[in-house]
Nanobody
Framework: QVQLVESGGGLVQAGGSLRLSCAAS????????MGWFRQAPGKEREFVAA????????YYADSVKGRFTISRDNAKNTVYLQMNSLEPEDTAVYYC?????????????????WGQGTQVTVSS
Protein backbone atom coordinates (compact mmCIF):
# COMPACT_ATOMS: atom_id res chain seq x y z
CA GLN A 1 0.00 0.00 0.00
CA VAL A 2 1.20 3.51 -0.83
CA GLN A 3 -0.40 6.89 -0.27
CA LEU A 4 0.17 9.73 -2.71
CA VAL A 5 -0.36 13.44 -2.12
CA GLU A 6 0.06 15.99 -4.90
CA SER A 7 0.83 19.67 -4.43
CA GLY A 8 1.99 22.65 -6.44
CA GLY A 9 -1.01 23.31 -8.63
CA GLY A 10 -2.45 26.77 -9.14
CA LEU A 11 -3.32 29.52 -11.57
CA VAL A 12 -0.67 30.67 -14.04
CA GLN A 13 -0.60 32.73 -17.20
CA ALA A 14 0.16 31.17 -20.54
CA GLY A 15 3.88 30.82 -21.01
CA GLY A 16 4.47 30.43 -17.30
CA SER A 17 5.75 27.52 -15.26
CA LEU A 18 4.65 25.34 -12.37
CA ARG A 19 6.27 22.45 -10.56
CA LEU A 20 4.04 19.72 -9.21
CA SER A 21 5.17 17.44 -6.42
CA CYS A 22 3.82 14.08 -5.35
CA ALA A 23 4.86 12.81 -1.93
CA ALA A 24 4.56 9.09 -1.29
CA SER A 25 4.29 7.21 1.96
CA UNK A 26 3.91 3.56 2.76
CA UNK A 27 5.79 0.83 0.93
CA UNK A 28 9.23 1.46 -0.53
CA UNK A 29 8.86 4.28 -3.00
CA UNK A 30 11.68 3.08 -5.23
CA UNK A 31 9.81 -0.14 -5.96
CA UNK A 32 7.18 1.77 -7.94
CA UNK A 33 7.28 3.25 -11.37
CA MET A 34 5.48 6.58 -11.31
CA GLY A 35 3.29 8.49 -13.69
CA TRP A 36 1.42 11.74 -14.10
CA PHE A 37 -2.00 11.93 -15.72
CA ARG A 38 -4.42 14.78 -16.21
CA GLN A 39 -8.14 15.18 -16.71
CA ALA A 40 -9.80 18.25 -18.16
CA PRO A 41 -13.54 18.91 -17.70
CA GLY A 42 -15.59 16.70 -19.96
CA LYS A 43 -12.57 14.72 -21.12
CA GLU A 44 -11.07 11.38 -20.27
CA ARG A 45 -8.02 11.07 -18.08
CA GLU A 46 -4.90 11.15 -20.24
CA PHE A 47 -1.29 10.17 -19.84
CA VAL A 48 1.21 12.98 -19.36
CA ALA A 49 4.55 11.48 -18.26
CA ALA A 50 6.10 8.46 -16.60
CA UNK A 51 9.38 7.54 -14.96
CA UNK A 52 10.88 4.15 -14.20
CA UNK A 53 11.97 2.87 -10.81
CA UNK A 54 15.65 3.26 -10.13
CA UNK A 55 17.58 4.10 -13.26
CA UNK A 56 15.17 6.56 -14.44
CA UNK A 57 13.94 6.34 -17.96
CA UNK A 58 11.31 8.93 -18.77
CA TYR A 59 8.39 8.96 -21.18
CA TYR A 60 6.12 11.77 -22.32
CA ALA A 61 2.93 12.37 -24.20
CA ASP A 62 3.57 14.12 -27.50
CA SER A 63 1.53 17.10 -26.31
CA VAL A 64 3.97 17.90 -23.49
CA LYS A 65 7.29 16.67 -24.89
CA GLY A 66 9.92 19.38 -24.69
CA ARG A 67 7.88 21.42 -22.18
CA PHE A 68 7.39 19.08 -19.21
CA THR A 69 10.00 17.15 -17.26
CA ILE A 70 9.33 14.30 -14.85
CA SER A 71 11.87 13.42 -12.19
CA ARG A 72 12.03 11.56 -8.91
CA ASP A 73 14.00 11.70 -5.69
CA ASN A 74 13.82 8.28 -4.06
CA ALA A 75 15.51 9.60 -0.90
CA LYS A 76 12.62 12.04 -0.46
CA ASN A 77 9.91 9.66 -1.69
CA THR A 78 8.81 12.30 -4.16
CA VAL A 79 8.14 12.57 -7.86
CA TYR A 80 8.02 15.91 -9.64
CA LEU A 81 6.54 17.33 -12.80
CA GLN A 82 8.20 20.53 -14.00
CA MET A 83 5.87 22.25 -16.44
CA ASN A 84 7.21 25.06 -18.62
CA SER A 85 5.69 27.06 -21.47
CA LEU A 86 2.23 26.29 -20.17
CA GLU A 87 -0.72 26.63 -22.51
CA PRO A 88 -4.44 27.03 -21.78
CA GLU A 89 -4.86 23.50 -23.14
CA ASP A 90 -2.83 22.23 -20.18
CA THR A 91 -5.63 23.23 -17.82
CA ALA A 92 -6.73 20.11 -15.94
CA VAL A 93 -6.62 18.25 -12.66
CA TYR A 94 -3.24 16.53 -12.49
CA TYR A 95 -2.88 13.17 -10.78
CA CYS A 96 0.18 11.21 -9.83
CA UNK A 97 0.02 7.44 -9.79
CA UNK A 98 2.18 4.52 -8.74
CA UNK A 99 2.62 1.35 -10.77
CA UNK A 100 3.71 -1.93 -9.21
CA UNK A 101 3.79 -4.02 -12.35
CA UNK A 102 5.13 -3.67 -15.86
CA UNK A 103 2.06 -2.99 -17.94
CA UNK A 104 1.64 -0.19 -20.44
CA UNK A 105 2.75 2.98 -18.63
CA UNK A 106 0.47 5.14 -20.75
CA UNK A 107 -2.71 3.43 -19.53
CA UNK A 108 -4.41 4.49 -16.32
CA UNK A 109 -5.48 0.89 -15.61
CA UNK A 110 -1.80 -0.06 -15.28
CA UNK A 111 -1.47 2.00 -12.10
CA UNK A 112 -2.30 0.68 -8.66
CA UNK A 113 -2.42 3.81 -6.52
CA TRP A 114 -3.57 7.36 -7.18
CA GLY A 115 -3.37 10.72 -5.49
CA GLN A 116 -6.32 13.03 -5.03
CA GLY A 117 -5.24 15.41 -7.78
CA THR A 118 -4.19 19.05 -7.95
CA GLN A 119 -5.79 21.69 -10.15
CA VAL A 120 -3.71 23.48 -12.77
CA THR A 121 -5.34 26.42 -14.54
CA VAL A 122 -3.58 28.27 -17.35
CA SER A 123 -5.09 31.58 -18.39
CA SER A 124 -4.68 33.03 -21.87
Amino acid sequence: QVQLVESGGGLVQAGGSLRLSCAASGRTFSSYAMGWFRQAPGKEREFVAAISRNSPSTYYADSVKGRFTISRDNAKNTVYLQMNSLEPEDTAVYYCAARDGYRDYTRSYSYDYWGQGTQVTVSS
